[in-house]
């Protein structure tokens, strides 16, 4: 097993990814902007054996990934998987349609994961080993009512992480979107 960063790591399914893999062995980087919620999640990982470490950090803010990273970094040595789980939506509604709510979504669920990639990526490249995951959602597959941008953000990280699998063919890098 090795280390892995996961986003969004204080509710929901990253929370609970992260506590699953823990219990498999997996040291945790735990990543989100509510770091009382990471902590309690790092202090559970431990009381069962586990290693983990919070960091608060806001994925749209280049400057914090990086920061996150070099912390994971000295921590731990390596980041051998990054699950770019930090995502999700509002509604888009045809009565007020907003171009900023789509900016949001697109920035937060896209640009979010692209800063944690380009974080971890050379790092990987360099040692030929690593595994990135991205949490797209079947909200990628086609534009769902109420759902435009949200949709538009899940598949437009889709196709952003088939193109890199291939790009990565060979690297020694695997992954997958899932949703
Ligand atoms: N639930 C579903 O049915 C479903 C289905 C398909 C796909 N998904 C996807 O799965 C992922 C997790 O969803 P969820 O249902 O578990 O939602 P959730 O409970 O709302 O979790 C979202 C996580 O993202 C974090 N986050 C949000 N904005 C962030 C930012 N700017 N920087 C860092 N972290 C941020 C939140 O933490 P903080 O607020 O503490 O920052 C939280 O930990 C999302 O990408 C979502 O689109 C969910």
């Known amino acids: 097993m090795g280390v892995t960063l996961i986003t969004g790591a204080s509710s929901g399914i990253g929370r609970s990814l992260a506590r699953s893999l823990a219990r498999r062995g997996e040291t945790i980087v735990a990543v989100a902007r509510r770091k009382e919620l990471l902590d309690t999640l790092a ?13 608060r950090c806001d994925v749209t803010l280049p400057a914090q990934v990086r920061d996150a990273c070099a912390a994971a970094l000295q921590a731990f040595g390596s980041i051998d998987r990054l699950i770019a789980n930090a995502g999700g939506g509002e509604r888009t509604s045809v009565d007020e ?8 979504m697109l920035t937060l669920n896209v640009i979010g994961a692209a800063n944690c990639i380009e974080a971890v990526l050379p790092a990987m490249l360099a040692r030929g080993h690593g595994h990135i995951v991205l949490m797209s959602s079947l909200a990628a597959s086609r534009g769902l009512p109420g759902a435009a941008g949200y949709s538009a953000a899940k598949a437009a990280l889709t ?12 690297r020694g890098i695997t992954g997958a979107a899932y949703g």
Do not use: Q, W, Y
């Open 97 to 104: 349609f907003r171009a900023s709510t789509v900016a949001d």
């Open 43 to 55: 202090d559970e990982i431990k009381a069962d054996g586990g290693r983990a470490l919070a960091l």
């Open 159 to 170: 196709s952003m992480g088939e193109g890199l699998r291939a790009d990565l063919h060979g």
